[in-house]
């Protein structure tokens, strides 16, 4: 079993950063793939990015929302992936919540993914 957990969440002002990172108990190809979702107050949880694992540097996908101003990384140990959120808006704020994959392909629906953290709260004023 794999254990997922996030951190960096907070509180910032529009238009400012914040860094979250998620970091896998283990080493193991069942977290192949990493990816971000966020849950906001009386929504369904929806796809932010996700990152495939290669050697030669893992493919990416984002949401149309947070295109051109979140990145997703990860270290090639496998056990770690980082979300760099830039320009943030109030409606970004949400639970964030990292996901791991066994199948070396992105998906964006919930059910694709294997393992999820606790989640960590972003908020964004205005």
């Known amino acids: 079993q794999v254990q997922l957990a996030e951190s960096g969440g907070g509180l910032v002002q529009a238009g400012g950063s914040l860094r979250l990172s998620c970091a896998a108990s283990?080493?193991?190809?069942?977290?192949?793939?990493m990816g971000w979702f966020r849950q906001a107050p009386g929504k369904e949880r929806e796809f932010v990015a996700a990152?495939?694992?290669?050697?030669?540097?893992?493919?990416?996908d984002y949401a149309d929302s947070v295109k051109g101003r979140f990145t997703i990384s990860r270290d090639y140990a496998k056990t770690s992936v980082y979300l760099q959120m830039n320009s943030l808006k109030p409606e970004d704020t949400a639970i964030y919540y990292c996901?791991?994959?066994?199948?070396?392909?992105?998906?964006?629906?919930?059910?694709?993914?294997?393992?999820w953290g606790q989640g960590t709260q972003v908020t964004v004023s205005s």
């Open positions: 283990r080493r193991t190809s069942s977290t192949v793939v």
């Open positions: 996901a791991g994959r066994k199948v070396n392909t992105i998906v964006r629906i919930v059910t694709g993914y294997d393992y």
């Open positions: 990152i495939s694992w290669s050697w030669t540097g893992g493919n990416t």
